[in-house]
T-cell receptor
Framework: AQKITQTQPGMFVQEKEAVTLDCTYD???????LFWYKQPSSGEMIFLIY??????QNATEGRYSLNFQKARKSANLVISASQLGDSAMYFC??????????FGKGTRLHILP | NAGVTQTPKFRVLKTGQSMTLLCAQD?????MYWYRQDPGMGLRLIHY???????AKGEVPDGYNVSRLKKQNFLLGLESAAPSQTSVYFC?????????????FGEGSRLTVL
């Protein structure tokens, strides 16, 4: 079954440090899209970054970058210079060829002052 | 800017009652999705739609029905609510431009089934 795995249920990181949130995915599709979303304690879902399966360059959006390793089927989110406001749940998601968009179970990130 | 609007935001039901959650989007998106979020389980796809008049099953469709009679609306129905359906429900829409169209989410609807 096609699925998303986030192996880190929770992480604690010191403010201003970089953090990597792991995401691996399982699919037999050749074409797909990968996303990361942030969910603060207030509950809304915020889109962070997108990577297409055929994109040769790793995606970047400000302090967010996606470390895409297609052969290993991993799409890790890297947050540089973490801030207190980065404390939240982070979800990795995949859009499949049949247009299903499935999510991992998430990683709760705590930024320590 | 309304975006994606879900109604109601909160609802308490008794076991066996029925209800409908309404999702409305004003972005002319083709694709709409219903998810449920439970602690430790992430977001699980219930049903989705790739256009007006279409629906398809997601990962956890049992106990739910959906309809997309108008492009802007996607309804999620519970015919006979069960305590296992206590959850936070999110609706989302996407432009579906290839694989890159990100999801725009509603604020969520918290449903409690007693």
């Amino acid at each position: 079954a096609q699925k998303i795995t986030q192996t880190q249920p929770g992480m604690f990181v010191q403010e201003k440090e970089a953090v990597t949130l792991d995401c691996t995915y399982d699919t037999s599709d050749q074409s797909y899209g990968l996303f990361w979303y942030k969910q603060p304690s207030s509950g809304e879902m915020i889109f962070l970054i997108y990577q297409g399966s055929y994109d040769e360059q790793n995606a970047t959006e400000g302090r967010y970058s996606l470390n895409f390793q297609k052969a290993r089927k991993s799409a890790n989110l890297v947050i540089s210079a973490s801030q207190l406001g980065d404390s939240a749940m982070y979800f990795c998601a995949m859009r499949r060829r049949d247009d299903k968009i499935i999510f991992g179970k998430g990683t709760r990130l705590h930024i320590l002052p | 800017n309304a975006g994606v609007t879900q109604t109601p935001k909160f609802r308490v039901l008794k076991t066996g009652q029925s209800m409908t959650l309404l999702c409305a989007q004003d972005m002319n998106h083709e694709y709409m999705y219903w998810y449920r979020q439970d602690p430790g389980m992430g977001l699980r796809l219930i049903h989705y739609s790739v256009g007006e008049g279409t629906t398809a099953k997601g990962e956890v469709p049992d106990g739910y029905n959906v309809s997309r009679l108008k492009k802007q609306n996607f309804l999620l129905g519970l015919e006979s609510a069960a305590p296992s359906q206590t959850s936070v429900y999110f609706c989302a829409s996407s432009s579906g431009q290839g694989f890159s169209g990100e999801l725009f989410f509603g604020e969520g609807s918290r449903l409690t089934v007693l």
